[in-house]
């Protein structure tokens, strides 16, 4: 995963979530089709992609899939 | 690292992909083709596939396709259980089944095992998933063996009262697992010997659990130990203390492809019959090339002929618990005889098959003439070879068979065989265990038919007895199990657990026959079902059904007209029964109208059809019928 781009891809194909870029900023609550079970999905899966371990206490406090980006891509 | 690295996704111009349509949109639309899609995927593929289907709405579904098999099942339990939702439905996908969930609230298995007017007690299957910390959430710290034996007393006491209470009056069936005992806990004791007294109280537990599925009818209790074992992590420590997710995700996905095979056998969907290649797979080595004396079998033979002999130890486990065995290889038939009958290092012999079958056709054309002469679907089979080739062959002709491939790694086709639970089913009837010598009969009975000219004199020379019998505790389980592997004469695949049989025993308005049949060949058991309803003046057949193998000798038309003399002896003005659609039972749906039923209302799939009692059908003359005392009204 090299950008924010494979990181939308991961999150339409992984977790069928229909999601544009214009959700990676926003809160939350606000992604369309988003609950709390796949913010535990999403985090299996970035660590499964990128073959590390996430912060997880730190990953479930995130408020948007942009600050789950930046725990993923520099941790 | 497995998931969704670039190599993984699919190249363009290829066939349609799970992810294609996920892409396109046409999830719903194909979902009858996903079971297909899905028979090849790795777990990590079955991961990513069941995030996707998980997002289906169901309903949208089943608008789509009516006849895609739906079961219900409600998840409950102690931890965070939200994670198992997408595993069970690629799970039950890779069936063919639709899941329709419902997850309850956190932590709420007390209060739903509690509540008769909740989800749980309506499913086709009740989840009440445990895990360890449904004990270690109470004990305090200091802590020493005997308050985990403490502990879990007091919450095992509890689950059995609220069991027993589900038992009396749910719909479906319950299933609880074993609790894994993670090494974070025993290891918190020091002495070996405070630890060891840990692992007897945790398993007395366990034993415990395991026990309350034979006090119940209605529950099953799955061994998570067995699955622990395969090297699937018990906890995901993180995900344990951050969310409460107490099992981890991958015994979780291992729970879920237990639950799939059990939601498999609700729906009427059970595997019947192992069917094996011979060359590379039942032996090693190539018989036509190495001759009877070359080919690798044998229990104190070379490590691979051992090997090779162990795996039929396991197929011959399989077939004494009723799954029927037949072998299909490319070969000529007398040395695969030879072999058969008189080859020191077989286990297996040609007694142990139904039907073995050696020649150079096309495999998927075998399978589906040996289905015929067995009178069973062709998806009830599951398929053994270690060629790629016919592996493939076989999946892309008869999509509903399950294949099974092995390798040249004779040591691992025991896993490969059990992987799945293809043959799973809560309990063993009489019937199971015969089944094999029953079904080899039918075929000396075909063999016989050959012999006449006519039908009639083969129906007279064969001696068909039947009799009728109100069912009693005795029939339970082999009434529930013809419910439930009964696809083609199955009238409206009404399918009923063994305590859904006994509480119509139970009901005064309702009766349940059984019908038994014997012929020249033998006592063929109980083979037969016909469950009736009394409303008033109308006796109303609920469901009628037959085992496959019987069908056509006038042992139907026989059953039925001893119904019609019984509701017409006993005051009843009317006869209805339904007759509802499926893709398998359509050489039944003109049962009733051939046996003078008019029909009365028809909404495209069950038509419901109906018998004024005044001319009764003749039963067949040629079978010999004993009437229940008093059931002609005499």
Not at chain 2, 272 to 290: C, M, P, Q, R
Not at chain 2, 471 to 487: I, K, Y
Not at chain 2, 499 to 524: K, M, S, T, W, Y
Request: include cysteine; charge should be negative; hydrophobic fraction near 40%.
């Amino acid at each position: 995963m090299n950008s924010i781009d494979d990181f939308l891809i991961l999150l339409q194909d992984d977790l069928g979530l229909p999601v544009t870029g214009a959700d990676v900023g926003a809160g939350l609550d606000r992604v369309p089709g988003w609950d709390s079970v796949h913010l535990l999905s999403l985090l299996t899966l970035l660590e499964r992609t990128t073959g590390r371990a996430l912060p997880l206490a730190d990953a479930l406090e995130a408020g948007s899939l942009e600050e789950i980006y930046a725990l993923a891509v520099t941790s | 690292m497995t998931g969704v690295s670039g190599s993984e996704r699919p190249v363009a111009g290829g066939p349609s992909t799970l992810l294609d349509l996920h892409r396109e949109g046409r999830l719903v639309r194909e979902y009858p083709g996903v079971r297909q899609l899905l028979c090849e995927a790795s777990d990590a593929e079955l991961a990513r596939a069941g995030q996707l289907l998980a997002r289906l709405d169901p309903d949208e579904v089943v608008a789509e396709h009516p006849a895609v098999p739906v079961v219900t099942v409600a998840v409950t339990g102690h931890g965070t259980l939200a994670p198992l939702l997408p595993s069970l439905t690629v799970e039950l996908a890779r069936h063919g089944l639709l899941l329709r969930p419902h997850l309850a609230d956190f932590d709420a298995y007390v209060f739903d095992l509690a509540d008769p007017g909740g989800e749980l007690y309506r499913a086709d299957l009740a989840l009440c998933v445990l895990d360890p910390m449904v004990v270690f959430d109470e004990v305090p710290v200091p802590w020493g063996p005997e308050d985990v034996e403490r502990v879990a007393r007091e919450r095992l006491g509890t689950l059995a009262g609220l069991v027993a209470r589900f038992a009396e009056s749910a719909r479906g069936t319950l299933v609880l697992n074993t609790l894994p005992l993670p090494r974070r806990f025993a290891a918190q004791l020091v002495d070996h010997r405070s630890r060891a007294r840990l692992g007897a109280v945790w398993r007395e537990a366990n034993a415990r659990l395991l026990r309350l599925a034979e006090e119940h009818e209605r529950v099953v209790v799955l061994d998570l130990d067995p699955l622990a074992g395969e090297g699937v992590p018990v906890v995901e420590p993180r995900l344990s203390q951050y969310t409460r997710t107490h099992l981890s995700p991958a015994l979780l996905a291992a729970y879920a492809r237990e639950i799939g095979h059990l939601a498999r056998h609700r729906a009427g969907q059970g595997k019947k019959a192992l069917v094996l290649d011979l060359d590379g797979t039942l032996w090693g080595g190539i018989l036509g090339e190495d001759g009877p004396d070359g080919i690798e079998t044998g229990a104190d033979g070379t490590h691979r002929a051992a090997a090779h002999h162990a795996f039929q130890r396991v197929v011959g486990q399989l077939a004494a618990q009723g799954v029927l065995l037949a072998a299909v290889s490319k070969n000529d038939p007398e040395p695969v005889g030879e072999v058969l009958r008189g080859h020191p290092g077989m286990f297996l012999h040609e007694a142990d098959f139904v039907r073995v079958v050696a020649n150079w056709r096309p495999k998927h054309d075998n399978l589906t003439e040996l289905a015929e002469a067995l009178n069973l679907g062709v998806d009830s089979f599951v398929f053994v070879d270690d060629s790629p080739y016919e592996c493939g062959l076989v999946r892309h002709e008869l999509p509903g068979v399950a294949v099974v491939p092995v390798n040249g790694e004779p040591a691992l086709h025991i896993e490969a065989l059990l992987r799945d639970g293809w043959f799973d089913a809560p309990e063993l009837t009489r019937e199971d265990v015969t089944r094999v010598a029953q079904y080899r009969d039918e075929l000396v009975r075909k063999d016989f038919l050959d012999g006449f000219d006519s039908l009639e004199e083969y129906l007279r020379q064969l001696r068909v007895e039947v009799h009728l019998v109100e069912a009693g505790p005795a029939e339970v389980a082999r009434l529930s199990q013809l419910t439930l592997r009964t696809n083609q004469f199955n009238q409206t695949t009404l399918r009923l657990g063994p305590a859904e049989v006994r509480a119509l025993l139970d009901d005064p308005a309702a009766r349940v026959l059984a019908v038994h049949a014997a012929d020249r060949f033998g006592d063929n058991g109980v083979v037969g079902a016909v469950f009736t309803r009394r409303h008033g003046d109308t006796v109303h057949i609920d469901n009628f059904l037959l085992s496959c193998r019987v069908f056509s000798r006038g042992i139907e038309q026989t059953a039925l007209c001893a119904v019609l003399r019984h509701a017409r002896a006993h005051g009843a003005r009317t006869v209805r029964a339904n007759y509802r659609t499926t893709p398998k039972n359509t050489k039944v749906k003109d049962f009733y109208p051939r046996n003078g039923f008019a029909p009365v209302t028809d909404d495209g799939t069950t038509v419901t059809y109906e018998h004024a009692l005044g001319v009764l059908p003749v039963p067949p003359a040629h079978v010999h019928f004993t009437e229940i005392p008093g059931d002609d009204g005499s």
